[in-house]
């Protein structure tokens, strides 16, 4: 008998994808090179569960600006329908073998593997933080049932200190914890109370945002707002019970009810599977291929990455049209395209129905100017408007319906461009 | 190849070193002193010459929460060694680039 009929197959051999993480980056990968590939690639998506949450969403929760079932959607009905969705814990990553163990003790081989397990919360990693009090007067929204339960907490609070601590970075939509501040200062002003609530805003940054110019113009907001800014603190330990929150060295802020945004990591495989992750947990990548160090087989996307750009859905779709191509390039026996820029954009809700949109990249750090089209807009970039909270609000239908079928955004381009941006002189650094 | 003073050597806009091989232990104290640590000790030294290991071997530095697992001291300590910004202040003294920061 011919060796070749052993497989019992007579089709031509089709590339195996293993993609693990059916969240933003993996299913919008996946109908990307599903769509590209056809019947040449099989594509198997590994997740835990079947349910794929809109984070954007987890921020608006805790105000009753949305409910929790209206952010989950089925992982499933995300994907085309040649895609496979396997439902199963990740072991670990045998790169030399190219292949996944799972944890029910299967093994998935792969042509190529795309990471895209996204960042985890690590909140048992910080002295006290899920001792007393958690889920009852510390709270994180950055999960389901925590959004939910702050979301009860803030309705009977009428007075007292309200703190919101990021405590180290890197963490998931850096903005999340500047817009839930001006959020909790308008639901706070609606609810009559404001006058009886301190606001405090603790960040591990010298500043409000990361990028000099940004943080400027949120730092001058948090004032106007009357949202107290609290520096460089560096979050050693939450003492619930006492309602103290105290740094490394020994500053004390206290509070009444704490949000914090716990330290994030890399997903747990990634520490099991030598090669593929740096201190934190997060994938060694080429910021411009998005190839991983470990293997010219592994890629990986958004937030499981170490990319140097924010962790945000924008990033992660934008990366989405260099890593589907350059997965192409690698099975054509191509050379790779360094075509990702670090391009990133984000809403950042002021409250009050406004919002304010910054856009950014590698090296140009985020400006004003106008979005998406240059001097015209409509939306204008680094200042409240009206129209930018109407699109925040329109981009959801967006994310389940252009995104995640891994479709472009009509007049959002994947690659950045500095046209018409207002180029102020900073230098390194010069966060002042 | 490493010269005899942190005023010679060329530094970034915040006093980082540019190039990490102009670096001597000599200097390390030089840019600590100028840092408010009059004297560097053997814990100082044990952070500084694990960053500049790690940095060197991998081509980043570590964070401060591998510091506090990796590095043998621990984070409390750390801020007590290096006030404000133990991974900042530890890899400037170790004349290695500023720990990328978060973005």
């Excluded at chain 1, 089709?14 to 693990?20: A, D, E, S």
């Excluded at chain 1, 079932?69 to 199963?88: G, H, T």
């Excluded at chain 1, 593929?276 to 592994?298: E, K, M, S, Y």
């Excluded at chain 2, 984070?75 to 991974?87: N, T, V, W």
């Amino acid at each position: 008998m011919p060796a070749t009929e052993v497989a019992g197959d007579d089709r031509p051999m089709r590339t195996r994808i293993v993609i693990l993480g059916g969240g933003t980056g993996g299913t919008l990968t996946a109908n990307r090179l599903d769509r590209m590939l056809g019947e040449r690639a099989e594509i198997v998506v590994v997740d835990r569960d079947d349910r794929h949450l809109y984070q954007p969403g987890l921020l608006f929760v805790p105000f009753g600006l949305a409910s929790p079932e209206a952010i989950v959607r089925s992982r499933r009905e995300q994907l085309r329908d040649r895609v496979r969705l396997a439902l199963a814990e990740v072991d670990v990553v045998d790169v030399q073998a190219s292949a996944v163990h799972l944890a029910d003790g299967s093994s998935l081989p792969y042509d190529v593997l795309v990471i895209a397990t996204g960042a985890s919360l690590l909140p048992a990693e910080t002295d006290g933080l899920t001792g007393a009090g958690w889920n009852e007067r510390v709270f994180s929204f950055y999960d389901v049932a925590g959004a939910v339960g702050l979301r009860d907490a803030l309705r009977s609070f009428d007075h007292g200190r309200l703190l919101v601590n990021v405590v180290d970075m890197p963490i998931k939509c850096p903005v999340a914890p500047l817009e839930f501040c001006f959020l909790a200062d308008w639901f706070l002003h609606e609810r009559g109370v404001r006058a009886d609530v301190e606001i405090t805003y603790a960040t591990p940054l010298d500043a409000a945002f990361t990028k000099p110019v940004a943080a400027a113009t949120l730092g001058e907001m948090l004032e106007r707002k009357g949202i107290a800014l609290e520096p460089e603190f560096a979050t050693g330990r939450v003492d619930g019970a006492g309602g103290k929150l105290v740094s490394w060295d020994e500053r004390v802020l206290p509070f009444d009810l704490l949000v914090a945004v716990p330290l994030h990591g890399g997903a747990a495989f990634v520490e099991r599977s030598p090669g593929l992750g740096d201190d934190l947990g997060f994938i060694v990548t080429d910021p411009r291929t998005l190839q991983c160090h470990a293997a010219t087989n592994i890629f990986a996307i958004g937030d499981a990455t170490n990319l140097p750009t924010s962790k945000a859905g924008s990033a992660t779709h934008f990366e989405g049209e260099t890593l589907t191509a350059n997965v192409a390039h690698l099975l054509a026996g191509e050379p790779l395209e360094g075509t990702y820029d670090g391009h990133v954009n984000c809403f950042i809700e002021s409250g009050f129905r406004r919002a304010l949109m910054i856009d950014f990249s590698y090296e140009v750090e985020p400006l004003p100017g106008r979005f998406p089209e240059p001097h015209i807009g409509p939306l204008p970039l680094m200042a409240e408007s009206r129209l930018n909270h109407l699109a925040k609000l329109a981009f959801q239908p967006l994310y389940w319906h252009v995104l995640l079928p891994g479709r472009d955004i009509p007049g959002v381009g994947a690659r950045f461009s500095a046209a018409g941006r207002e180029l102020a002189p900073t230098g390194p650094g010069g966060n002042t | 190849m490493s010269i005899p003073t942190y005023e010679q050597a060329e530094v970034d806009a915040e006093g980082f070193l540019v190039h990490s091989d102009q670096w001597s232990e000599e200097m390390g104290a030089q840019i600590a002193a100028r840092n408010g640590i009059a004297e560097l000790g053997e814990r100082h030294w044990q952070v500084v010459k694990f960053m500049r290991r790690t940095y060197l071997d991998t081509g980043s530095a570590p964070s401060i929460r591998t510091l506090g697992k990796a590095s043998g001291v621990p984070i409390k300590e750390l801020y007590e060694l290096f006030p404000k910004g133990p991974a900042k202040l530890a890899a400037k003294i170790g004349g290695i680039p500023k720990p990328r920061g978060c973005i």
